[in-house]
């Protein structure tokens, strides 16, 4: 298996590319299934999760094409299949994206059900409820979801909590149904916003995404598309601190500020220069770091995708942080690694604290999710020696070419194929 090693104690100065979002570009590519003719992608990220939803995309019948610019043909046909399998759904829960679109669409789909994953439970209830109270018929057989309705109607939906991808579903099932559906309690992120864009260029009409409330009156039906996926507010965050934590001058290219507040907030609390420049955001890192409390939650609050990049920076900070996980009940697998390489933080539940200013020294770290690796991989950056990432494949879901990127600043990281 690859392992991404990194010797700390350069500098980061430069500028990376900030790529696509990943958690815009997967509901927009099954948003594709919604329409009849061939949708255009630009902006796409090339990852391992973009590359699953294309398989997924296939296997239901339809052609997806190209790198970064991608074409979608929505399934149709005699290949036409209404089917998410298990072999895919349990390597990627996002497959789940599909069910909205293939219930609306063809009034009919089979989806194995995600079961929990290292960060959490991590149920669909809310996407199930949505859906049953748009009058689909919801039935559980052996592991999978059958979601059946000749056409959905409109409803009310008040979700129990801001779920993303819950919101996402049942705003692209809402764009066909019949008459008006209200999503209250929805998801406020830039991902969510950036779907419901796409889908209003498709012709759906879609109101309020970015508040709490959207509004989406259903449409006969919807045409292919061409959009262009936002930047990831994750991926930048994530270099942001890689170029506080190593005293860098960073310009993080394409970064969309105005999806950043929380996140350059806290940096800037930190004592990180966080500047807007029109070809993106720059950081830098000087002086002191200073301790900072951080408590996760849905947007515009502070994003748990980010939390445990984060807890590096509080590793160096002057002082004791506090860091508060509300979103995912199991986020903390990055801390016994941290600890290995000399960190000192303390678990209690959902609250982290982390006493700063400590010394890491490279040790061989392996962590079970993508954000938890994307952490390790800055640690390496301050550590003293090397650091050998393994499972490198969470981080190849979620991240395009880190170590290039990397290189490209002065890291000094590497992949090592095996
Ligand atoms: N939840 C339920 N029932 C539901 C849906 C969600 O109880 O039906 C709970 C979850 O268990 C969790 C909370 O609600 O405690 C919020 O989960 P949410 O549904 O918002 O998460 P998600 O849609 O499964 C997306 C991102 C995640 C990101 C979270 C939170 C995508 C494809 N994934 O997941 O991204 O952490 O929102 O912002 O958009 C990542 O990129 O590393 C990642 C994990």
């Keep these: 298996m690859d392992k991404i090693v990194v010797e700390g104690g350069n500098r980061l100065v430069g500028s990376i590319p900030v790529s696509g979002a990943k958690n815009a570009a997967l509901p927009i590519l099954a948003a594709s299934i919604l329409s009849s003719g061939p949708s255009t992608f630009k902006n796409v990220p090339m990852l391992q999760d973009v590359a699953t939803m294309a398989k997924l995309l296939r296997q239901l019948g339809g052609e997806v094409d190209g790198k970064h610019t991608m074409v979608v043909h929505p399934p149709h046909g005699k290949k036409l299949k209404l089917e998410a399998p298990y072999e895919l759904v349990k390597t990627m829960r996002a497959s789940i994206l599909v069910l909205g679109p293939l219930v609306a669409r063809f009034g009919r789909a089979r989806v194995s059900q995600p079961g929990g994953c290292a960060i959490g439970t991590r149920p669909i209830d809310q996407h199930l409820k949505g859906l049953a109270a748009m009058g689909a018929k919801v039935h559980l057989d052996h592991g999978y979801v059958e979601v059946e309705c000749k056409r959905l109607r409109g409803a009310t939906i008040v979700l129990d909590m801001p779920t993303v991808t819950g919101c996402e579903n049942l705003m692209m099932a809402a764009t066909l149904a019949k008459g008006r559906t209200v999503l209250e309690n929805a998801a406020r992120e830039p991902e969510v916003e950036d779907l419901a864009l796409m889908l209003n260029k498709m012709g759906a009409r879609v109101q309020g995404a970015g508040t709490a409330i959207i509004t989406i009156d259903g449409v006969d039906e919807l045409h292919a598309v061409e ?192």
Aim: one cysteine or more; glycine letters at 12%.
């Design 227 to 418: 959009h262009t996926i936002i930047a990831d507010r994750i991926e930048a965050g994530t270099f942001a601190i890689a170029a506080a934590v190593t005293r860098g001058d960073v310009l993080l290219e394409g970064a969309q500020a105005e999806h950043m507040d929380a996140i350059m907030a806290k940096l800037r609390g930190a004592g990180a220069t966080v500047t807007v420049e029109s070809g993106g955001v720059r950081v830098r890192g000087g002086g002191d770091l200073r301790a900072v409390d951080i408590t996760t939650q849905p947007h515009p609050g502070f994003p748990t995708d980010m939390q445990a990049q984060f807890m590096v920076m509080a590793t160096q900070a002057k002082g004791e942080s506090m860091i508060k996980e509300t979103i995912f009940e199991n986020r903390f697998m990055h801390v016994p690694e941290l600890c290995r390489m000399g960190a000192e933080i303390h678990v209690d539940g959902r609250v982290a604290v982390i006493r700063g200013q400590k010394k890491l020294a490279g040790a061989a770290v392996m962590a079970t999710d993508l954000r938890a690796s994307a952490s390790l991989v800055i640690a390496g950056m301050i550590a003293s020696g090397k650091t050998e990432v393994l499972r490198v494949y969470h981080l190849d879901r979620g991240y395009e070419a880190i170590e290039k990127k990397l290189r490209g600043v002065g890291a000094k990281i590497k992949r090592v194929r095996g």
